[in-house]
């Protein structure tokens, strides 16, 4: 059986780990500690730096391709391992549009996909300018590293965007400005495609964010319109089959209302990797993202992504302002007792306020019930209490 | 998080680390080789053997609870653990139903649980008597140690049971005589129990064999009325009740017409673990029966056991004669190219004619379709051929 090297020890490759034991195949890791999140459960675990080429090159020695659960390895690295003939998925052209924000809307915006009205922003001057010709709606972004509502600024008013702005670039942060859209929601397309150019696509969800995190994700995204659907689907197809995508792409999408009160979408984000939005599969899907992205990345033919129910809900487990007394296993039983459908994944890290340390899956006909009953066992898994 | 300590190293264990994975925790393996099926996938191996009881306390130090993936640890080492208060589930005094089938037969016979006449053979003339007693319809089987049809014979007749049992009991087999029923088809019915004493039972499932060897399972059982449906699902409650069983419980059912052709259910093995017949829950349940023995043996609240699909088959990865040419990752490239719906789940096992190194999930609304699909897939993976 073949051997993936998944560089990254967090949740991500942990999971895939779980679809890979089931494959027949057990994964590598490059892990920075031997007790992160996946090399707790690996049997084939290599301790190093995902920035040291060395490091890299150990990790993928014997192994048949080598791919991410991030996008923070150097692509000078990924250029010069390929060189040396590793089979490396995604390819770094690839990844660089889910590591450059500015690279990537200039990308989408040749090729006709829809994204906000951006700029580059180079000076203090550009910012002003920006902030003019989109009447002060700005939204500033560092082009690399933000996450999970990090390196995402929005400016009160031109002296405040004036300040920042100096102060990032004086720290040596690029940056780009973005018009800030009248949000309507927040949805998310996940697709997968292989080497060989097969693509496909989950249901389109709906991510609730809190503070910047993904709180939730709905599937399929209610009362979105079968038009709607589809296209956007299609959107995401199309963006991993002319960026080069392999495995499993994250579409993070705005949903506004035009002037006719209809819903318009924007690309906000891409991830290429499995992704928060796409955690709901493991247990409303024919096949995981975690499943489809070994296949992808191994060209193999992708799985079916039907749905096995109407809804599945995903809430986030994310870490409390303290942490209870009551021990995990204790809150478990307590969600378990009450709720026996509720499918609680745990990533094996611990408590950190806002950490992701786990998410709750559960699927119904009854949406109402399902998001509520979703979202309480979530939160009792951090607070130990109901409400 | 607590440490379940499995004991065995066999597919069953290594499944159960797929669903240790999503719950927070890793299992510790007691594995008799560091290429066995579970100790591939799992970061905490001890090597050792699980009849030596120093090496089943090395297994357990640290560990919350003791499981096995086979019935074969002897039990007076069990009893001493249990004297130095290991935890052991299930119990020895449970797990004595599913190591010697004629202790089983007396404690279900007490029970009311419906059993074909049985005997003890412990001599020649028992044997005799017994084939006089059942009209010649015997099956002689070992009381310990027979599994997938082996340890079980059909006698053609008197004299070939003699020389059977004469050989048998000198060879120093204990055995046991029961009256070969006209089957029809077989069933079973699994169920789990927690130590506080919650059971849930799994939908009926008909289970095909093939030389003695289960190759499919069919869930729910078709055309199996409601009322059998329910019944039989509250006899293996019942079952896992009164033999005080913890984790899940098999309960290999015969089907049988009375003289009005209406069906008759009679109680055939036991199994005090995941079984064969309940790999379909891996894709066509709320809980597998993994992730619920798991939960069992911790005593955590048992999950849901409602199903995804109207039917799920499993079909088993059976050894062909001759392992084919083509490497297994081709098989299973050619099986999704023509079935992206097939959930292959592979054991890491080399070939070995017969030998169960996978099975194939398959979930559908169409009973036939999804059969014949699911044993093509499963066909394939072994012969890599359709027909």
Redesign the interface.
């Known amino acids: ?2 051997i993936v090297a998944v560089i990254g020890d967090g949740q991500l490759a ?2 895939m ?2 679809s ?7 994964l590598r890791v490059l892990a920075g500690a031997p007790d992160s999140s996946a ?5 084939d ?1 290599v301790l190093g730096d995902y920035t040291n080429i060395d490091d890299l090159r150990v990790a993928i020695e014997g192994a048949d391709v080598m791919t991410f659960d991030h996008e923070h390895v150097p692509n000078e690295h990924l250029h010069q391992l390929i060189a040396e003939g590793v089979n490396v998925q995604p390819r770094p052209e690839a990844l660089v549009n889910a590591q450059d924000k500015l690279v990537m809307r200039k990308r989408l915006r040749e090729l006709g996909a829809p994204v906000p009205p951006f700029a580059a922003i180079e000076s203090v001057e550009d910012a002003v300018g920006f902030f003019e010709a989109v009447d002060g709606q700005v939204c500033l972004k560092a082009r690399r590293g933000g996450y999970d509502g990090k390196g995402v600024w929005f400016p009160a008013d031109v002296a405040e965007l004036q300040s920042l702005v100096a102060e990032l670039l004086d720290g040596g942060t690029p940056l780009m400005a973005e018009k800030k859209v009248a949000l309507n929601r927040e949805l998310s397309a996940m697709v997968a495609r292989t080497p060989s150019g097969e693509t ?1 696509a989950w249901p389109v969800v709906e991510s609730v964010q809190k503070n910047g995190v993904c709180a939730e994700a709905i599937a399929p995204a209610p009362e979105l319109s079968a038009e709607l659907q589809e296209s956007t689907r299609g959107l995401a197809q199309k963006i991993a089959t002319e960026l080069g995508v392999t495995g499993v792409l994250a579409v993070e999408l705005f949903e506004t209302l035009d002037q006719n009160s209809q819903p318009e979408i924007f690309v906000n984000e891409l991830a290429m990797r499995p992704h928060n939005t796409g955690h709901w599969t ?2 409303g899907c ?2 995981s993202q975690f499943e489809q992205h070994l ?1 992808a990345v ?1 060209d ?5 992504t ?1 749905t ?2 109407d809804y599945t809900v995903m809430a986030n487990v994310l870490g409390a302002d303290t942490d209870p007394e009551m021990p ?2 204790t809150r ?2 307590e969600v ?2 009450k709720y ?2 509720a ?6 890290k611990g408590h950190r306020p806002g950490r992701k340390i ?1 998410h709750v899956n559960m ?1 119904g006909s009854d949406l109402e019930k399902t998001r509520t009953e979703a979202l309480a066992c979530a939160y009792f898994l951090v607070n130990a209490r109901w409400d």
Do not use: C, F, N
């Open positions: 059986m073949p942990r999971m780990q779980t890979a034991i089931e494959l027949g195949q057990s090399a707790q459960v690996a049997a675990v496909k493991q247990d024919v096949t296949r191994l193999y033919p992708l799985g079916a039907d096995l129910a995990m296993a478990m039983v378990w007792r026996p459908d499918k609680i994944h745990l990533y094996g786990g699927v």
